[in-house]
């Protein structure tokens, strides 16, 4: 198979999986996901999904998430993990925009990355699911099968996304990038992976990964 056929593969098995693509964390505008996107870092989107509710009900925009002190919303969001370094973050992006942006969440790469604890990945998070500009946030998901399924050497994630970009058409990177995650998730996840159930690896997969499942499996 050639890369373009493998990438054709993945293409259409993901189109046929997912036709609708539910975006993983809760929100209902550009800041809500911006501050639930921070708090996903080294989280799971099932625990921040629990969280912000909590957290929105007090404040769910920049101007009422000023007037809570740091400590205030650490305490609200210490389940996720980093609550030290995330509550400052909140609180110190939700100033800068109201002091430079009008309390609105800017809409390009630049603003974005400008600010407290966002980013580049969390950056492209917001411009694709809330601006639809093409962008592909690379996951610990997206990092792990791009290189199971030999599109991608796995270095770091700066080169994963290059390759995402490459490799992939423009127009559907932003619903790629959920795809992905969500197939990930479901059938090919990092511990209790079975290659039986990964039709995407079993077809196009990397040998050296194959080779390695099957020498653990005997």
Known sequence: MTKKEKVQFVISTLKDLYPQIPIPLDHKDPYTLLIAVLLSAQSTDVRV??????????ADNPHDMVKLTVEEIREIIKPVGLS?????????????????????????????????????????????QVFHVPAFPVDTHIH???????????????QTEKDAKRLFPKDLWNELHLQIIWYGRQYSPARGWDLEKDVITKTVGRKSVINEY?????
């Open 49 to 58: 999904n629990q969280i912000t509710p909590l957290l929105f009900e007090v």
């Open 214 to 218: 099957l020498k653990k499996k005997k």
């Open 84 to 128: 030290p370094m995330k509550s400052k973050g909140i609180h110190g992006l939700s100033k800068i925009l109201i002091e430079k942006h009008n309390g609105k969440v800017p809409k390009s790469f630049e603003a974005l990355e400008e600010l407290p604890s966002v980013g580049h990945k969390t950056a492209s998070v917001v411009m694709s």
């Open 144 to 158: 792990r099968l791009m290189y199971r399924w030999g599109l991608s050497n796995g270095k770091n994630v700066v």
